[in-house]
């Protein structure tokens, strides 16, 4: 089937624009996780989206950051009036969360977000 | 808050050798994971662990978790220059808690194997 897909794959923008970044999980996956990732690092936890549950907004860099997830499957997350430091790749991963504690999380190719 | 601290951060060697990574933290986790990522592509699941002294065995990788589910590591045997890649472990939450569902991601491992 098909894996986690995210558009676009590569976005340049200029300092003070806002940026939308998209993501189609796997069909029946609950739980929808974004990740930020710099050149070579580890990933940074920015949001999670399990179900009809509120979501976990608490690795929200700023309140410049937003995400949201229509219907339960794709998700987008907005940056607004970007800045040089926003530059990283953001991933997105979806799960299906189960009682059994495995939470195995599939991962996108991930967006490159250039901010100059 | 649960940490996982992965070490080490990078690795070079040759092709051939054998190679170990280390995944610790003072927290329990309910499972355990490790991701390989390679340039320009998202993470890629490798394996899950969820019993304390669990071994499993991928090909020439090797992964242990820790008896009391509190670290964890994988061995490369006879690396070669397609192992090349960020390893990333992370660990999974206990149900109830306030990281129910989610991963707790190590620093990662950059390795790189030459021919």
């Known amino acids: 089937g098909a894996g986690v897909s995210q558009s676009p794959s590569n976005k340049v923008t200029e300092k003070g624009k806002d940026v939308e970044l998209r993501c189609d999980p796997i069909s029946g996956h609950t739980a929808l996780y974004w990740y930020r990732q710099s050149l070579g690092q580890g990933l940074e936890f920015l949001i999670y989206?399990?179900?009809?549950?509120?979501?976990?907004k608490s690795g929200l860099p700023s309140d410049r950051f937003s995400a949201e997830r229509t219907g339960g499957s794709v998700s987008t997350l907005t940056i607004q009036r970007t800045q040089q430091e926003d530059s990283a790749v953001y991933l997105c991963a979806s799960s299906l969360v189960t009682s059994g504690g495995k939470y195995e999380q599939y991962f996108g190719p991930g967006t490159r977000l250039t901010v100059t | 808050t649960q940490l996982l601290e992965q070490s080490p951060q990078f690795l070079s060697i040759q092709e051939g050798e054998n190679l170990t990574v280390y995944c610790n933290s003072s927290s329990v986790f309910s499972s355990l994971q490790w991701y390989r990522q390679e340039p320009g592509e998202g993470p890629v699941l490798l394996v899950t662990?969820?019993?304390?002294?669990e071994v499993k065995k991928l090909k020439r990788l090797t992964f242990q978790f820790g008896d009391a589910r509190k670290d964890s590591s994988l061995h490369i045997t006879a690396a070669q220059p397609g192992d090349t890649g960020l390893y990333l472990c992370a660990g999974g939450g206990s149900a109830g808690g306030t990281s129910y569902g989610k991963l707790t991601f190590g620093q990662g491992t950059i390795l790189t194997v030459h021919p």
């Open positions: 662990v969820v019993t304390g002294g």
């Open positions: 989206f399990q179900g009809n549950s509120a979501p976990d």
